[in-house]
């Protein structure tokens, strides 16, 4: 508990100095972005940000005090805790979550084309924690690119020989959306009169001579089928424009034209790269290339597209579960306490949201809300007014099974009032059931995100969303590592949060630890 209330002290801390020394810290950024997004956020008033400052500040304070006065730990809880940790498959995945949690908090130090680090005459310049973009002109660039964001990427290419200039990219140097890379290459292998991309099977489809690789500038593009060169080829100058076209048939050039400036020798003698395959998006995975997973249909990486997606699940996480369990735990404890009309109003209101037919909502609201406002809030704000319903039931089931025992009695006669036998009484006996569906919600809440995002109802084009991905995936299905890293980090994940779950329910059972012997 005091190591969980110091990590959310200095979690508010780092967010509250980021905002007032205008940085972008990971993770902690993210409260004031979306505070950016709400509605109400106008007159340049960050609410959203600074309530979520306060609450982590507060709520580390008092879990600090509350680890100094609590007194010894519950014999009960120490023994739940312990069999927890016996369970090994619940434990280690746990141990795996927690560490995804921690390596989705490094943000921007990890996933990002913006660098962590430039220095440029002698001064150190961080780009990836600054809140704005710097510009080419700021590193010394002209031209019609000078006003454009820096090229991160570019610059360390360029400076790779320079012994005072220097950049540090994080170690995926790619956005997750937002940044569409040219398309990729992959150098062929000539084994007699035959080209092969190495397999040792002869090459069919696209190849090319590069101006640039890296920038996916292209001086001549022909037609491979069979290892050898047979088709149509074409040709552009160094400004893009085409200039060259001809015909080859089989590695014999029997026709071609060019119009462009100076000679065609000229042209044609340009420097330029071997013959590379042509890969247009979605690109398979080249490791030599840096895109480890290849790329998706918009030209993004899918190993940053896959950890932004993770990202977006942890955030959707801290949002959704503390307001559902918030709203949930109260209205199930006050509906099995007080009964009578309270309780059956409560029932009536609950059985018209369950009625409600949730795609339907989801499809109506998101074709009212402008494009501007369309984003995180808008959907977790959907999905918790739905999220809380399933929660009431079992609540209200304890606290009307607890209401008549004999400490609740007891504390009535001393004079307990009825927040404080509902909350300090009622409420801890309900424990194991609120640690026990835990994790099962948040499976659940990663599952719709993800199915709202695959039938496009979910977040904007700006969010990297799996449902997205694999949705690309299955309309691409030449391109199968699409499907294949989605499915497999969505079904790890939720893999992951069901042995947790099912640990915790087994090592709280109350057959084996309660209260009442």
């Known amino acids: 508990m005091r190591l969980l209330g110091i990590a959310s002290i200095m979690l508010g801390a780092l967010a509250a100095t980021g905002q007032c020394m205008d940085l972008a810290l990971p993770t902690v950024r993210w409260f004031f972005d979306v505070s950016r997004e709400l509605p109400l956020s106008g007159g340049g008033f960050l609410w959203f940000g600074w309530l979520c400052t306060a609450l ?297 949201f369950s009625n409600m037919p949730f795609l339907f909502i989801v499809i109506i609201f998101s074709s009212l809300v402008p494009d501007r406002f369309k984003g995180l809030p808008v959907i977790m704000t959907i999905l918790i007014a739905f999220g809380w319903i399933g929660m009431t039931y079992l609540m209200r089931t304890a606290a009307y099974r607890d209401r008549e025992r004999d400490y609740i009695s007891a504390a009535k006669v001393l004079g307990a009032s009825t927040p404080r036998i509902v909350f300090r009484h009622l409420l801890p006996n309900t424990i194991a059931i609120i640690v026990t569906l835990i994790p099962f919600t948040l499976s659940g809440l990663v599952f719709s995100l993800t199915s709202l995002d695959y039938l496009g109802f979910g977040l904007p084009a700006e969010y990297a969303t799996w449902g997205r991905l694999l949705n690309d995936g299955l309309s691409n299905l030449s391109a199968p590592w699409l499907v294949t890293s989605t499915f497999i980090v969505l079904v790890g994940l939720l893999v992951l949060i069901t042995f947790i779950g099912e640990a915790v329910r087994e090592a709280f059972d109350p057959k084996k630890f309660t209260y009442y012997r």
């Open 56 to 352: 982590f500040t507060v709520g580390g304070v008092f879990l600090v005090v509350r680890s100094f006065t609590a007194g010894p730990r519950n014999p009960v809880t120490v023994r739940r805790i312990r069999r927890f940790c016996e369970i090994k498959r619940g434990y280690y995945s746990l141990v795996i979550l927690l560490a995804l949690g921690g390596l989705a908090a490094m943000d921007q130090a990890i996933v990002g084309k913006r660098a962590l680090a430039v220095r440029y005459h002698g001064a150190w310049i961080f780009p990836a924690f600054l809140p704005t973009d710097l510009k080419n002109k700021d590193f010394g660039e002209t031209g019609e690119t000078a006003e454009a964001p820096a090229d991160y990427r570019k610059l360390k290419r360029a400076w790779e020989t320079s012994r005072t200039n220097r950049v540090i990219l994080p170690l995926i140097p790619y956005d997750p959306t937002g940044d569409t890379l040219p398309p990729r290459s992959r150098a062929l292998v000539k084994r007699g009169d035959l080209y092969s991309e190495g397999s040792g099977r002869p090459y069919w489809g696209l190849v090319a001579k590069y101006l640039d690789v890296a920038e996916g500038k292209m001086h001549l593009r022909y037609t491979m089928r069979n290892g050898v060169l047979t088709g149509p080829v074409d040709g552009w100058n160094s400004e893009g424009l085409p200039v060259y076209s001809g015909e080859y048939r089989d590695g014999k050039l029997v026709s071609d034209h060019y119009t462009g400036d100076g000679t065609k020798e000229a042209f044609l003698s340009w420097e330029s790269s071997e013959l590379r395959a042509v890969k247009y998006h979605p690109a398979p995975p080249l490791p030599e290339e840096g895109n480890w997973l290849g790329t998706t249909s918009q030209g993004y990486d899918v190993l940053a597209y896959l950890y932004g997606g993770l990202q977006v699940n942890f955030k959707a996480a801290l949002i959704y579960l503390p307001i559902v369990y918030l709203i949930g735990i109260s209205i199930g404890m006050m509906m099995g306490y007080f009964g009578g009309w309270f309780d059956m109003v409560a029932q009536r209101l609950i059985e018209i």
